[in-house]
């Protein structure tokens, strides 16, 4: 079976402070998917990222970074200098290549991060 | 720009009431999926479909029913809501298979009372 830890419930920092929200996983899969989704308060689960399970190169976007490492099965997300907007719920999140008669299982998902920025 | 669109933002429905919640896509997609969030316990997947009259059981089915009869739509039913039923609930729309990312719609909040 597969699993998502988000060990951090909160995190609350000063705006201009970096920030790391972890993400743990468990699958038997050799092949798989890393996801990270933002919901802001209005709702909507925004895409920021996807990571195979053989690329384990980091991605910067900006003042965004993820770090995947299948060694110790974490796929851990860092905002430099935060904003105030970036004020949101993390989801980390994993799905796997196999199809259920053609389509995909849907995501699971970890419990989510509370990410306060304050100003 | 890619949507999907969930025909209500809020809802208050009386504890027995069939309740119907609809999800529209616009991205030809074949994977629909219907999740639940609750405070603390992230977002369970309820139900999902991978093509037209199709669908499958997710983490926590119980008390729901999904229809999908045309590909562009999905929708969530209780057929007697209860008010354990009171959540955020949220449609996501994808492609192909578990590589590519999941779209999601703005969520209904639904209160049973």
């Known amino acids: 079976a597969q699993k998502v830890t988000q060990a951090q419930t909160e995190i609350s920092v000063v705006e201009k402070e970096d920030v790391t929200l972890d993400c743990v996983y468990e699958t038997r899969d050799t092949t798989y998917y890393l996801f990270w989704y933002k919901q802001p308060p209005s709702g909507e689960l925004v895409f920021l990222i996807r990571?195979?399970?053989?690329?384990?190169q980091n991605e910067i976007s900006g003042r965004y970074s993820w770090n995947f490492q299948k060694s110790t099965s974490s796929f851990n997300f860092t905002i430099t200098a935060s904003q105030v907007v970036d004020s949101a719920v993390y989801f980390c999140a994993l799905s796997d290549e196999e199809d259920s008669g053609g389509g995909a299982d849907g995501l699971t998902f970890g419990k989510g991060t509370h990410l306060i920025i304050q100003p | 720009d890619v949507k999907v669109t969930q025909s209500s933002r809020y809802l208050v429905k009386r504890t027995g009431e069939k309740v119907f919640l609809e999800c529209v896509q616009d991205m030809d997609h074949e994977n629909m999926f219907w999740y639940r969030q609750d405070p603390g316990l992230g977002l369970r997947l309820i139900y999902f479909s991978y093509d037209v009259k199709m669908k499958e059981k997710g983490d926590i089915p119980e008390g729901y029913s999904v229809s999908r009869e045309k590909k562009e739509r999905f929708s969530l039913i209780l057929e007697s809501a209860s008010t354990n039923q009171t959540s955020m609930y949220l449609c996501?729309?994808?492609?192909?298979?578990?590589?590519?990312?999941?779209?999601f719609g703005q969520g209904t909040r639904l209160t049973v009372v």
């Open positions: 996501a729309s994808s492609l192909g298979t578990g590589r590519t990312e999941a779209f």
């Open positions: 990571r195979n399970s053989f690329d384990e």
